[in-house]
């Protein structure tokens, strides 16, 4: 079963119901799919019921330039970071498929885009990128002032 | 300054026309629901909050409940990856204290602690503390302190100490040298869960270490360096000390030694005066008049150890009062909970 041949397709189908075709190697990106490929679960359609179609789209995209042997190291370099200019929206939902796929590569990177748009932010800015509820007593806030002051003068 | 303080505190909640949680939908008809960040499972949130330097990390905790929770653990490690330089914690004028990061800004904290106190040793974001006879440990960026059994001098003169592993681990040991004119050169060590010190008094003649540098811990073996070229072990397998001199590995005369007087140390640097070469005391503005005497620490990069050896630089002119002290600290974020102590 695991001596694919390389024109073996892979079916996947969105949260909301699109389907997508790959070739086996492009879908083995993916962790998660490549057990159930090894597991023989993957000769029907897979669903995926919390990734939608766009993220399902923009993930495969992903797998597909890095399976690309026609692709340079500079090429790959500049999709990665223009793949990475996103909204917070979109992000969160990349996220959340890379992590659930387990596209290892795509995750680090997606993970790091995050940490980077937090650097040199105070809590209100973030609370302000990410669309976050600031959910603490006037008491906490005050507290985490206090112990921040410091840094933020 | 003063106003930016305020504005934090009273800031607004975001306003409703933002979306937590509701139903939205976009321009294909579809039904999204659009989840919050904060609901982001822990760990994943936990992955971002380590990729954080202490700064960032100080803001990640302060978004909300959940990224709060989320970064217990995170401790800034990352700063000692991107760059192995220490900060410089300057203290000793009461609870005011400066901070210089590796680009020499400078940031101020009130650090009531180090109030009265001095620095005696200083490993990957931990302090070792002592306080009119007290010991603790102490993390300055989070205020994490873990207090120790009562050391057997109320008041140091001089000391090299050690730790083996953060105060955390269940496998902690303390090791603080110390000399003076009426006990001679002794040595203390506490045991991780021990409520004494237990001492091993050094034969003078026997132990000829010059003024001390610092104080390291490797392979299982405690090492006291003087600023020449002598060197004291103490391994905690056998409990047992054995003096040393450095000398060269090709060296005729140490060729000529047997194999049993010889002993390989750990591959380190030791960089002594790293205060005076870095012109910090220009850089920090003191005067003539001040003293100051600065806890070195160890910078391990490309394996091997760089040992920042401790500095006492006299006031060119006399003084009583204006002793300073400093400290060189890798910045790291500890949290322990409240009822952490030295007890296993």
Redesign the interface.
């Known amino acids: 079963m695991s001596s694919s041949k390389s024109n073996k397709i892979v079916k996947l189908e969105s949260s909301?119901n699109k389907t997508f075709e790959v070739e086996e190697a492009v879908a083995v990106q993916s962790e998660t799919l490549k057990n159930m490929v090894d597991d023989g679960c993957a000769n029907d359609t897979i669903p995926l019921p919390n990734v939608?179609g766009k993220i399902l789209e923009m993930v495969l995209g992903w797998c597909k330039k890095h399976v690309d042997e026609t692709v340079t190291g500079d090429e790959l370099n500049k999709y990665e970071a223009d793949f990475l200019d996103l909204d917070?929206?979109d992000l969160?939902g990349l996220?959340?498929a890379a992590?659930f796929l387990n596209v290892k590569g795509l995750l680090d990177r997606v993970?790091?885009r995050?940490?980077d748009m937090?650097?040199?932010?105070?809590?209100?800015e973030?609370?302000?990128i990410?669309?976050?509820?600031?959910?603490?007593t006037?008491e906490e806030?005050?507290e985490?002032?206090l112990?921040?002051?410091?840094?933020?003068? | 300054m003063e106003e930016k303080g305020l504005s934090f505190a009273k800031s607004q909640r975001e306003p409703s026309g933002i979306n937590y949680g509701e139903i939205e939908i976009n321009t294909n008809n579809v039904e999204v629901v659009t989840r919050p960040w904060s609901d982001l499972p822990a760990d994943l949130l936990s992955l971002i909050a380590d990729r954080l330097g202490i700064i960032e990390l100080l803001s990640f905790h302060g978004v909300c409940k959940a990224w709060q929770a989320a970064s217990s653990t995170a401790s800034a490690k990352i700063e000692t990856a991107s760059n192995p330089e220490p900060w410089f914690l300057f203290y000793g004028e009461d609870s005011q204290c400066h901070l210089y990061n590796t680009s020499q800004r400078r940031y101020t904290m009130s650090i009531p602690e180090l109030d009265g106190a001095t620095c005696i040793a200083s490993n990957q974001g931990w302090l070792l503390i002592f306080k009119e006879g007290s010991m603790f440990f102490y993390c300055p960026f989070s205020h994490a302190k873990i207090d120790l059994p009562k050391f057997p001098h109320s008041v140091l003169s001089e000391h090299a100490s050690a730790f083996s592993s953060p105060p955390t681990s269940s496998e902690c040991i303390v090791a603080v040298m110390h000399r003076d004119h009426e006990s001679g050169l002794e040595l203390y060590v506490l045991y991780r869960g021990a409520d004494t010190w237990t001492r091993i008094k050094l034969d003078n003649i026997q132990y000829k270490l010059s003024a001390f540098g610092l104080a390291t811990y490797k392979d299982e073996v405690f090492h006291f360096f003087d600023k020449k070229n002598g060197v004291v072990t103490f391994s905690i397998k056998d409990k047992s000390c054995l003096m040393y001199n450095i000398v060269k590995k090709d060296d005729s005369t140490t060729r000529k030694l047997n194999s049993t007087a010889r002993k390989r140390l750990p591959t380190f640097v030791r960089i002594n005066s790293l205060f005076v070469k870095s012109d910090m005391k220009k850089k920090l503005g003191l005067g003539e008049d001040v003293s100051v005497s600065i806890c070195g620490t160890i910078l391990e990069y490309g394996g091997i150890d760089n040992i920042i050896f401790s500095e006492d630089l006299e006031a060119a002119e006399e003084s009583e009062n204006h002793h300073l002290r400093g400290v060189w600290i890798q910045p790291r974020f500890f949290q322990v909970s409240s009822n952490q102590n030295w007890s296993l």
């Open positions: 909301d939608n917070q929206a969160y996220l959340m992590n993970l790091q995050v940490a937090i650097k040199g932010k105070k809590p209100e973030i609370r302000r990410f669309n976050i509820k600031n959910d603490f006037p806030e005050e985490i002032r112990e921040n002051a410091w840094a933020f003068d």
